[in-house]
């Protein structure tokens, strides 16, 4: 209970939103460095959040160089890009030779790399793509730029970018990361009291009743 006279002390949000939906081709591939557009379903997606979401004018609003999160965040803002503050360091990992493939198209000469990633997800190296280990310290980069800020922050980005942020933001390690289901178009909200973040809010997707997923 508050003392009187007091007021309730507000806390910095953050909010993590995972960009549209990509064409259905590309349905559970690994697509990361790879700039695709929205797909059709994953522009309804971004409208659907705009509906739900009131942004503050105070709030910042970040989003991976990425055609698909820049899209998803121009519909947020209706169309008002001038307010979105494009980050370099939130783009996705890049995949390599495994880039737009499904796990079932992985090269058979590669499987073996397949249970070194699940085992030791952050010392792994993509083949021919980008280290787990320097996808995490860029992300943690952006991480440290973030926690200065007084507002409330919107980011949209892509489904391991969010996963990272999560573990850095919440203080657990990013050893972790791999263990959420980020999916297109949710919400994950986390609340920052100090030095402490704390989870309210993972992989919503009520905004996306009656669209087909």
Not at 36 to 41: K, R, V
Not at 128 to 144: D, P, Q, T, W
Not at 178 to 199: H, M, N, P, Q
Request: charged fraction near 25%; proline fraction near 2%.
């Amino acid at each position: 209970m508050l003392a009187k006279g007091a007021t309730e002390k507000k806390l910095k949000k953050i909010t993590l939103i995972r960009h549209g939906a990509l064409g259905v081709k590309y349905k559970g591939a690994f697509v990361g460095a790879t700039d695709l557009p929205l797909s059709t379903l994953g522009t309804q997606q971004a409208q659907a959040l705009a509906s739900r979401l009131t942004i503050d004018p105070h709030t910042l609003i970040y989003s991976s160089p990425k055609k698909r999160a820049q899209k998803t965040a121009s519909i947020l803002i209706g169309g008002d890009v001038s307010r979105l503050d494009v980050e370099s360091n939130l783009r996705e990992i890049d995949f390599g030779r495994w880039e737009c493939l499904h796990f079932q198209e992985i090269p058979l000469a590669d499987k073996h790399l397949v249970k070194e990633w699940y085992c030791n997800a952050n010392a792994f190296c993509f083949p021919e793509g980008e280290s787990v280990l320097s996808f995490i310290r860029r992300i943690s980069m952006f991480k440290e730029k973030l926690i200065t800020k007084m507002n409330d922050v919107i980011i949209v980005a892509h489904g391991g970018v969010i996963s990272v942020l999560i573990c850095l933001l919440l203080g657990i390690s990013t050893d972790h990361h791999i263990a959420f289901k980020i999916s297109y178009g949710s919400v994950t909200t986390i609340e920052i009291d100090g030095d402490i973040g704390r989870l309210t809010c993972m992989n919503d997707q009520s905004h996306l009743e009656g669209i087909k997923l």
